[in-house]
């Protein structure tokens, strides 16, 4: 029966859909586009804390820090790199969560709801406590208001529209506290306030200047501005969690009222010093990710990290509980360079355990498909591409992002210069799903975009797997020195055929001799694109042991092999005698 038949689609929200959903409940998707779907440029460079210093997420940790109406008013810097950080470390949390295999889920909308308790409003609730603790948002902040707002949601049957109405309506008569008559123009925007209705952040700000110079007049300047800064961050918070509520309950009516329902029980609890163990895991967690920002490289991942581990493992939709302890591994961590062929036939005979739940199929042919590595069997790429597709219906957690790097490796391996519209969806795949582990930080002379650093990375992690799959063979490898390696073996079998000694001077007059201009225009390392005179003076060391991390693998490239341990002297002779610019070129 086809996968798609037996079980709800069901999928984990990605880094990139992540940031456009945050910046759709700001009115920041459509206008910033450019500049919010800086979620791509993450999940693809994973570079988020460089960027988020930058202008690109300018617009999104203003609109959270706060934006006032009062002329001169700014949040404080303080309260920008809290929010940088922790919309940083957010991102981070997300691809790891995407990357974690969904056992067991009715729908979508269960899927978002235990997300939601288990890292969603802890996450949140956490970062409001420490906010609220530093003393670092301005009133006039959705964030510094939230807690009012979502109880207020919880006392008006989670209707953003009635609970804005109310809480601003008794927040302002209070403030006026009898001195003068409730006509003021802002309570008929307020009435006519509806889902259709200022959802856009400038008509919020002209209503509320416009209110401002009608305090003025009643408060003074002093008292208005106070209440003002208020009543933005109000406003703000309810028409963002308008927004919220609008794009989730057509589809997921129960979605919204149970994320506010935790949200206001968690950060009651937090308030509370509650020590329970989801908000300490959570609280955990925050501090690590927190301070990640300040670090070059993380060297923590989803396995050693048992805060994250914990939560997951304690809740019923990540949890591998009662299977055999290879099959947990597996389905937690996916595959790992420790795997060999007959702990992946066993672990194939134990998922046989699985075959009623949804990840069954996915994770089947991702099984078949690295056993087909094994062999060194090209049906390889049909068994990936089944997981990729199963991939689609349910969130298969690592198999997705494996799939798409050995689908991606398999077809460089196989097909002849495959175009960058057969390899991109791959490679996109790979980097969306992977877990964010590290920020790339590349050097300040390379020449290469990040995309391309990716691509090589990718390409060296599939191949050291295949190496390792395969027992050390080579039918599979990712080879991009193909037609160097045949360059230099033609070298090396002319000078054996005229029984030369192998020389500084022999080496070279062999060299000018054989190389002909088709060979300085066409012979270069594939994927990095170097070209041969290039590759042999600066780039061979580099490019090999980016390509291949075993120093076994060289046994693949014996006339490379060959050329890397020659003493220097007789490396440079073969590369002056390849250089374009020698005369001697043969034709």
């Known amino acids: ?37 800086l979620a791509r440029s993450f999940s693809k460079k994973q570079d988020r804390y460089s960027l988020l210093d930058g202008e690109e997420a300018a617009p999104l940790i203003e609109a959270l820090a706060g934006i006032s109406v009062r002329r001169g008013a700014e949040p404080s810097d303080d309260a920008r790199n809290v929010l940088r950080a922790f919309f940083a470390h957010t991102q981070q949390l997300v691809s790891w969560i995407q990357a974690s295999l969904v056992h067991d889920a009715a729908d979508q909308e269960d899927l978002n709801i235990a997300v939601t308790e288990l890292f969603g409003t802890p996450q949140l609730a956490t970062l409001i406590y420490a906010l609220f603790e530093s003393d670092v948002l301005e009133d006039y902040s959705p964030l510094k208001q939230l807690p009012i707002c979502v ?10 529209i009635k609970a804005c109405k109310e809480l601003m309506r008794s927040r302002i008569q209070e403030r006026l506290d009898g001195r003068a008559p409730v006509t003021l123009l802002f309570f008929k925007h307020l009435n006519s306030l509806d889902p259709r209705s200022s959802t856009r952040p400038a008509t919020q700000r002209r209503e509320l200047t416009a209110l401002r110079d009608e305090l003025n007049a009643i408060l003074g300047k002093a008292n208005a501005d106070l209440l003002i800064d208020e009543l933005t961050g109000i406003y703000a918070a309810m028409m963002a969690l308008k927004q919220l509520h609008r794009r989730m309950s057509e589809t997921q009516p129960q979605y919204f009222p149970a994320l506010i329902r ?6 009651q609890s937090i308030m509370e010093r509650d020590t ?10 925050f501090v690590f990710f927190m301070h990640a920002g300040n670090m070059r490289r993380l060297t923590a991942t989803i396995s050693n990290t048992s805060a994250f581990k914990s939560l997951l493992e304690g809740h019923r939709t990540f949890a591998s509980s009662g299977l055999p302890n290879l099959l947990r591994d597996f389905l937690r961590n996916g595959l790992t360079k420790t795997w060999n062929r007959t702990k992946l036939i066993k672990a194939l005979k134990q998922l046989q355990r699985c ?17 087909a590595i094994s062999e060194q069997d ?8 089944q997981c990729l597709q199963a991939a689609e219906q349910w969130a298969l957690g690592p198999f997705h992002s494996q799939a798409a790097l050995f689908a991606l490796g398999l077809k460089l391996a196989l097909e002849p210069s495959p175009s960058p519209n057969a390899l991109n969806p791959l490679l996109s795949s790979y980097l969306e799903n992977i877990p964010q582990y590290t920020t790339i930080h590349l050097e300040g002379s390379s020449s290469e975009s990040t995309e391309i650093y990716n691509l090589h990375e990718a390409i060296a992690e599939y191949n050291e797997y295949c190496w390792t799959l395969t027992g050390h063979k080579n039918a599979l490898i990712v080879n991009p020195f193909k037609k160097i390696e045949e360059y230099l073996r033609k070298i090396f079998d002319e000078i054996g055929q005229r029984n030369w000694p192998v020389t500084a001077e022999s080496l070279k007059l062999v060299t000018f001799d054989v190389t002909t201009k088709r060979d300085v225009e066409r012979v270069k390392s594939e994927i990095y694109g170097t070209s041969l005179h290039q590759w042999l003076t600066k780039k061979f060391i580099e490019e090999i042991f980016r390509s291949f991390r075993h120093p076994g693998m060289l046994e693949i490239l014996p006339a490379i092999n060959r050329y890397v341990n020659l003493p220097e002297s007789m490396r440079d002779a073969i590369a002056s005698a390849s250089d374009p610019r020698s005369a001697g070129a043969a034709p």
């Open 1 to 37: 029966m086809p996968f798609a038949t037996r079980h709800h689609a069901v999928k984990l929200i990605t880094v990139a859909e992540f940031v456009e959903e945050v910046g759709a409940l700001f009115d920041l998707g459509t206008q910033q586009a450019d500049k919010i779907t």
């Open 262 to 267: 935790q949200l206001n029980k968690d950060m």
């Open 151 to 160: 109880k207020e949601l919880t006392r008006q049957d989670y209707d953003p």
């Open 355 to 371: 075959s009623d739940k949804p990840f069954h199929d996915g994770v089947a042919a991702f099984l078949l498909g690295v056993l």
């Open 276 to 285: 329970s163990r989801r908000l300490s895991a959570n609280r955990d967690l």
């Open 378 to 385: 090209p049906a390889a790429q049909l068994h990936f591409a």
